[in-house]
RNA sequence: GCCCCGCUAGCUCAGUGGAUAGAGCAUCUGUCUUCUAAACAGAGGGUCUGAGGUUCGAAUCCUCAGCGGGGCACCA
């Protein structure tokens, strides 16, 4: 890749002038303007007081030593700056050498990880707050696919606490037409589980309250992850693994995790319940058993980490939680840590939440929108790009899928000379970058922006024959065409590439 | 009260301590007899919330303040 050819080039030349143990962060990004070139390092001012030299000379010196292997680029120097410009005969060969999955990259080495996100109680349907982190898990899972880890998606499914057991008693009420019990739930589709219920559970209506609740809890619970599934599977999320809650107490890891924190001291037991915290300090602890001998969720976590990091050996887990619960990152961080997991295998994303003009849904109270409402009106494609871009913008979407779908077929040799046709393929260079930054900062957001400015360069080049027809991809010369078709080969591989990542579709014809 | 996240153009948001802070939308001006208008070319629009500090250099790092969102359960 470009970007690390010049890096390492430029550390050559650095040590070549002396400086070897203290060397400074030595920053490499895109310039600001063009006009610069496509790449620049501030590494000579950051150098000036070590070598007591003035930027503007060490710039010289290091434009005269450094040497590029694949003689990629040019080098500058301007104003205390290196700048590199990416060379027109490379930029050229880069063109026809892009395939599809161009960008790809070995980071992960195979390393084997799950993502964990969505995971919502299972007690409604989504509603467009879900949509957001379901989508940026699942955009995560594919730029880490895409470079070189072994990804299993997994939807923890909340089973077995007090809100779906208000869940099952509000659908018992509502089969009973009685009014939801205190803190249950008013939404109309509980009325629709019970008459579900009813049809599809026979006997159930005479069963006493005791015997029925958890009958209707689970059959509720299913129906409505049926309904997620089909939902993001609209979306176009798939899971590898749904994992019940109440499993990990019917394999006993529930009980096998408290045991080992009790040997380690990080159990407690008072007021007659089971408490978790730092052996000598009672500030922070935290309930996993009530007293009335039922497991808090964070019990049933314990056993989910064991679970994960021990019986299923995930060398590392990435979590994507919504702000709200942001403040439970500590506590789980120092449960893994307590168990005998590094924390750093232990990665949480928090993303905001997504709140209504009228103020925060609630899935209680009934007052949400659907996911399923916004796919409905927007389409799935613009439903996924406006999460990623954190922003509505459908123009964008609309944009990059019709450039793609229009762009031709054929493929041969290079006679791009125009700068508007360099362009494009300088953007192409710039992808595996963006891949990269995007996957080490985990910021999936990257990808829809880069479409932007591909897309915002394709259409500069495509249009140029608008004012002068000689500039069009298909004209009198057959090789110059070919030429132009090979670009827009390269760049439909590179779009497609992108758009896959944010599993935004790219149809071959609108 | 304590803790997290945020505050950048009218709006929604990008912006790994580096050069003149960017995009989309909105506004305004041009461009459809052509493989090309769901588009393109261009214009206007900024006290980067405020005040200090660190630095050769701060939207970016630190401190304080303000505003907004979220969290501090034997809820999840």
Redesign the pocket.
Known sequence: MVRESIRAALVDAVRGMGVDGDMPDL???????P??GDY?T?AP??LA?VLREAPDTIAARLVETITITDGAVTAEA??G?V?FRLRDDWLRDLVSRIEPGYGAQDIGHGERLQVEFGSI?PTGPLHIGHGRGVTIGDSISRLLEFTGHAVEREYYV?SD???TRRFGASVYARLHGQEPPEGGYLGEYVAEMAEMARRDLPEIEKEPEAEAEPKLRRYAMEKVIEQIRASVARLGVRYDNWFWEDTIWQSGLGWKAIERLREAGYIKER???LWFGEPDEDEED??VI???GQP???ASDLGYLLSRFEERGFHRVIEVWA??????VARMKAAAEALGVEPERLVII?H??V?LKEG?MSKRAGRFVTLDELIDRVGSDAVRYFYL?????T??E??AT?QHSRLPDKADVSMLVQPWELDVARQLAFWPDVVEDATRLR?P??IP?YV?DLA?AV??F?????AQ?E?????DDANLTRARLELCRAARHTLKTALDLMGVSAPER?
């Open positions: 920053e490499l990004g895109r310039t600001k303007s006009e610069l620049a501030s001012q950051k007081r301007v104003r700056y700048n109680n909340n606490n007090t809100q007021d007659g319940a935290r309930v009530r007293a009335n808090t969720y964070f702000a709200d619960h942001h403040g439970y928090i905001q939440l709140n925060r871009l954190r922003s509505p913008d123009t964008i609309t944009v019709q910021e957001h990257r922006y932007h915002t259409h500069r495509y249009h140029a024959g608008n027809s500039y069009r991809v298909v004209v609108m």
